[in-house]
DNA sequence: GTCTATATTCCGATAGAC
DNA sequence: GTCTATCGGAATATAGAC
């Protein structure tokens, strides 16, 4: 280790180029020649930096699988209202989304088929604190709030809202027919419009 | 062409091997010999029969991707109320996807590899007939029986209830902590519940 | 039409010079 | 640390016998 910055920057950029390519073309397209390329550095760097393919895939997915679940825990957790807290969630997620199009085909591809043992490790063995939010729905049920709804198929449903048209993007604009430009105007409003559609399901 | 029963039935048995294993793996992680393997014969004949793997991949992935607008058109086209066909969009999108639960997957995956010209030759130029139902909304809407939302956000909004689950079904199970068995039974529910969330969510 | 054997290409990984 | 050159295996594809 002679160049301490040199080593972190060449370091970083390959990560960054594998991120790229990784998301864009998944686990088995990618070609470390092509992540190389993006780099502007020679394939043997890559192996000298993360030894194989396998490890510096796995390295870029637990990043980019942290990166797919943002401050959702936060939202579900604090002592907001509902209404608040699923005009939050659906705000934040299709923002970041929207800074990041590929990311959920990718992790929703790569989930499908690597195995369930490597989900725990990347996102561990809990799952989301799911259980503050359920309690609260069943609150607001019990008191008359809102109407009666299976809380799981309610959270199901707010990730779907979200998450599915990025991974649809392309269905979706041959369906409406709709430019890159419509459609990115189309998920602006969708904001607001899928909290509007959430709340006025459940609301009484 | 000395045996048609005998060529049919290979031909046949190839594409029915091959389905599975893309369906699965995706173009990029499929391997031939695995396809030959599940079809009984030898990795030649593949070739023998279909050229490339490409080439029978294409053959896969166009008969599959019709297979994913089930008799949607129809449904979307026929005389029927709104709510009507809101509740039969649903109940057949999902079961239709329950025996195929690896096919929306596969093809919103490859639909963000191919180039945009692939999906026009695998599903026309047209879109799907949506005005129609576009008019149907427009109309209820007007005539007050609905709340004011736009049409294409509904029409993704209902795709996103049916479709997301089976893409997202590791993930769900991780948040959710459900076995297979709980999935299963939970989306047999959703056919009620999603058509009630979006009916409840329009309903004035 | 179907098989075995083999050619060809591609790609991840390593050796070794600098 | 970074490069060039190359190995070795895997996967697609073809040749040729039956």
Redesign the interface.
Known sequence: MVNMEKDQSTEQKILEAAREVFVE??M??ARMQDIADRAGMNKALLHYYFRSKEKLFEKVFIEQAAQFLPQVGDIIMSDAPLFTKIERFVDVYITKLTENP?LP?F???E???QP?SF??KV?GER??P?EMFVTQVKDEIQKGII?P??P??L???M???C???F??????Q?????NDEDFWK?ME??KI??AK??I???RK
Request: no cysteine; aromatic share 12%; proline share 4%.
């Open positions: 073309k998944g088995d397209g590929y085909m992790i929703l591809n989930l499908n088929k369930q989900i725990l996102w799952g989301l799911v109407k709804i299976d799981r198929q959270v199901v449903n990730a779907a809202l998450i599915f048209p991974a649809g993007k392309p269905m979706i041959w369906v409406t027919q709709m189309f409003q969708r419009e899928v559609f959430i006025d399901s459940i």
